[in-house]
């Protein structure tokens, strides 16, 4: 391995990882090796042909490649090619690197094939509360090195990209940008790229591709893409056209081209075929091929697409063999996903009955592991510790490590919605930790997702958004649907929480979009709580009603208890905004708030009912209510901001200005001037003058 230390940067020319500081990206095989070229030849000018030689060997490309490969290089080191500090452009020449202090790290091993062995997969395996998402159970069955010369090759075909930016300028991507993709498709073992070449001279024939192109080609899949340009965006958009005749059509979206074709040649290697990490597992997991190709299938699309497209993989896995207990034990998972939580833990009733006569002690861990989500949903959270706790010793007798970490990162998620918020960060960064140090790219992102949880319950939003926007980056790059929106998702509420209503909007409703294509209705329950709260910020109080109905329905239908509550008291509140009778909803929620025995939603149904109460006017009963909330928390804004609008209707100016001020002292961005409109009401009111109470709509938001 060969490390490069210039300037800031340290560059490891094996994993093409670039540093600095504390941040690391992964560069495109091209740029890596433009960056590693340089590096070689410091104060030395490069000719255009010799870089084309080493980027692009034996392959021919336009020189707009070398352009784009350069200009991305440039950017990743925030180089300013007019100023420069390392690549200098020599006009009808080619480069000149100028850092010429460059130290260079070289380092040999050697391992065993039980090293080997040993080694930590790249992808591991979660679970989701509403944090963790269960996509694979890598460490049940441990892959040899994979071999990948028995396995046949995917032959990918692009067919020259389609101009229709009208701008005669970017003429050069129907070639240019069409080899960029390519290259980043190249870079799998199991994908080899039909050459330019011969499309070129099959374009001459055929203007557009037809369902014969695949087979007079011999490519599995030809890619056709249209580019296209919307203000300062640009749009590729491109079908999967298959030598059965089918076809399967995507859109990209960015605003820079170089980031349309890296995200185009990711999504189409990961279509075009399974990851290799999976690939590592062919052959490993049953002594039926198909089932082994099918299965790995299901993984792959569980850990891109989501459940709903994964589930008929893993439900024929069984129709073929129902004897093959990880199927099983990934079925159940798709079950809870898509709000099917009886047939979930039926099925992992019989899983957990049948591992124990195998006598197969990861699957049971695993097993248990989904059924702890299972229960935790119901609020059954002794159950659900009990569950985990008997999970983890069955991983660390078996010494699996990073299994049992992520049990831990569970009960870390488990002390956050209890509010032991030390606990719980203790128990994720451990989690952490251990994710980096196996490689686990998914429990990595994970681990992240939910310690913004715990950052933002603390109202620390710089670390918040920090945490969200690294799991964004991990998802994105492992291709990952589900964990995509379930960050945007959280990133919208936060956003919200926190006053960042153009960035919460477009977050929410991309983050909808995505859980319901994924088919996972927790996800679009907890996405209809946050976007009724933007529609009674913009008044429109009927859709906010329809966006609680729709998520508790989903909720029933999951009986997802904690969500559940979370959306009547919302609604509750919404109700009692619209002069609407809440008689109904608080006889149905008095018995089963006590009966939940969750004291965070307690005192959250308390505040609601006490605003409820301020109201309709029932001063007396509003003071009550508040009285009954624990004093730990009379200290945040949502108790402070009921007890002004209590103080405020019976008169008491000065207490009500003063709860008005805590509240406002507590808030965050545009929610601070909310509250001016009721200090403007203490000031009428104190003047003698007439005021009416305004409709907040974020009032006790959570």
Not at 390 to 416: H, K, P, S, T, V
Not at 580 to 592: A, G, N
Request: with cysteine; charged share 25%.
């Amino acid at each position: 391995m060969t490390t490069y230390r210039f300037g800031p940067f340290i560059f490891d020319s094996v994993t093409r990882q670039l540093t600095a500081g504390s941040e690391t990206q992964e560069l495109r095989p091209q740029v890596a090796l433009a960056l590693e070229y340089f590096l070689q030849h410091p104060d030395t000018a490069v000719e255009k042909e010799a870089l084309f030689g080493y980027l692009w060997p034996e392959t021919v490309v336009q020189e707009q490649n070398l352009t784009l490969c350069i200009s991305e290089l440039r950017r990743v080191l925030g180089d300013d090619s007019k100023n420069p500090s390392f690549i200098k452009t020599i006009p009808k020449m080619g480069y000149l690197w100028l850092w010429t202090e460059i130290r260079v790290e070289t380092s040999t091993f050697s391992a065993t094939g039980s090293e080997k062995n040993a080694r930590p997969l790249p992808l591991g395996w979660a679970v989701l509360f509403l944090a963790f998402l269960a996509v694979g159970f890598w460490w049940i069955n441990r892959p040899k090195e994979p071999d990948f010369s028995s396995k046949s090759l995917v032959r990918i075909a692009f067919w020259p990209f389609e101009n229709e930016t009208g701008d005669d300028a970017l003429k050069w991507v129907e070639l240019g940008l069409m080899d960029m993709v390519g290259e980043n498709c190249r870079t799998g073992k199991r994908i080899e790229i039909v050459p330019t070449d011969k499309i070129l001279e099959l374009k001459k024939a055929e203007k557009v591709p037809s369902a014969s192109t695949c087979r007079v080609l011999g490519a599995d899949i030809v890619v056709r893409t249209v580019i296209e340009k919307d203000g300062d965006l640009f749009r590729a958009r491109y079908a999967l056209c298959f030598p059965e005749g089918h076809s399967v059509e995507r859109v990209v979206v960015d605003a820079n081209l170089i980031e349309v074709a890296n995200q185009l040649g990711k999504q189409v290697s990961q279509r075009a075929a399974p990851s290799e990490p999976i690939l590592d597992l062919f052959d490993r997991f049953n002594s039926d091929p198909y089932l082994n190709i099918t299965y790995a299938s299901g993984l792959q699309l569980l850990l891109t697409d989501g459940a709903k497209q994964a589930l008929p993989y893993f439900e024929n896995c069984l129709q073929r063999d129902s004897g093959f207990l990880l199927a099983k034990l990934q079925l159940a998972k798709c079950y809870r996903m898509l709000a099917r939580a009886e047939e979930a833990e039926t099925l992992l009733n019989e899983l957990i009955s049948q591992a124990e006569e195998r006598q197969d002690p990861l699957v049971k861990a695993a097993g248990l592991g989904i059924l702890s989500v299972l229960r935790f949903y119901e609020w059954d959270v002794e159950t659900a510790k009990t569950y985990l706790a008997e999970g983890q010793a069955i991983l660390e007798g078996q010494n699996e490590r990073m299994a049992a970490a992520l049990f831990q990162g569970q009960l870390g998620f488990i002390d956050y919605a209890l509010s032991n918020y030390e606990s719980a960060e203790k128990n994720l960064k451990f989690c952490l930790a251990v994710s980096r140090e196996s490689g686990d790219s998914i429990a990595e992102a994970n681990a992240l997702n939910t310690l913004a949880m715990v950052t933002d319950a603390r109202e620390d939003w710089p670390n918040t958004q920090r945490y969200c926007l690294e799991a964004l980056t991990v998802f994105e790059d492992l291709g990952s649907r589900p964990g995509i929106a379930l960050v945007k998702g959280n990133l919208g509420t936060y956003s919200l929480k926190y006053g960042e209503w153009e960035q919460a909007i477009p977050y929410l409703e991309e983050g909808m979009k995505l859980y319901e294509s994924a088919g996972d209705f927790a996800g679009v329950a907890r996405m209809h709580l946050s976007l009724a709260l933007v529609k009674v910020n913009q008044n429109q109080y009927d859709k906010a009603i329809d966006h609680c109905d729709a998520g508790i329905q989903i909720c029933r239908d999951q009986n997802n208890q904690l969500t559940l509550n979370l959306l009547r008291i919302q609604k509750l509140r919404f109700l009692a905004d619209m002069g609407q009778s809440t008689d109904d909803l608080v006889s149905e929620m008095d018995p089963e708030i006590e009966a939940l025995g969750y004291e965070e939603v307690a005192n959250m149904y308390a505040l609601s009912k006490a605003y409820v109460y301020c109201v309709q006017g029932h001063l007396k009963r509003a003071e009550e209510t508040l009285n009954s909330v624990q004093e730990e928390a009379r200290v945040k804004y949502e108790w402070q901001f009921v007890k002004g609008v209590t103080d405020l209707l019976a008169q008491r100016w000065d207490d009500a200005r003063s709860a008005f001020e805590k509240t406002q002292a507590l808030q965050f961005g545009p929610w601070k001037d909310k509250i001016t409109f009721y200090l403007k009401c203490v000031d009428a009111g104190q003047a003698g003058q007439s005021f009416e109470l305004p409709k907040p709509g974020f009032h006790l938001y959570n």
